[in-house]
């Protein structure tokens, strides 16, 4: 499945929590691939065993992690995803409907995800380098004066 990269991310969303997060934007979204992995494989193993209540807290974290990165149709499926769940739990019904929405959901946290990161990624580049260009190399003692 292709997603257009244009659409999985409400950049100005995006910008708005680099710009919040600071210094520690790269930290938390190093944190939001970590507890993504684990959410995603932790709802496809409840569907594997169509266990409903499994998939709620899993969908949950997903999708405020996602929205809090402007990540919109992924924290959109992660909420289909919680809703039916929920729904399942409260009629003691197995989840079934949320099938379709699990098979997309890894495809699409990977290209979000790849987009999150290639947005991210300049901000490191973007670290002045001892000794770079306009700035003083500071002595490291050896052979240096």
């Known amino acids: 499945m292709s997603f257009e990269g244009s659409t999985l991310i409400d950049w100005p969303a995006f910008a708005q929590a680099r710009s919040d997060l600071g210094a520690g934007f790269g930290r938390i979204l190093g944190y939001f691939r970590e507890d993504g992995v684990k959410s995603v494989a932790a709802i496809e ?82 670290k002045p380098v001892a000794g770079g260009f306009g700035r003083r190399a500071v002595p490291t003692g050896f052979g240096e004066d």
């Open 45 to 126: 193993a409840a569907m594997r065993a169509r266990n409903a209540a499994a998939m709620v807290i899993p969908a949950h974290t997903l999708k405020g992690e996602a929205r809090q990165f402007g990540a919109e149709p992924l924290a959109d499926r992660a909420e289909a995803i919680e809703s039916i769940a929920r729904d399942c739990v409260e009629m003691q019904d197995t989840p079934e409907e949320a099938l379709e929405h699990i098979v997309q959901l890894r495809p699409l946290f990977e290209e979000t995800l790849t987009l999150l990161e290639r947005e991210a990624n300049p901000l490191v580049a973007r």
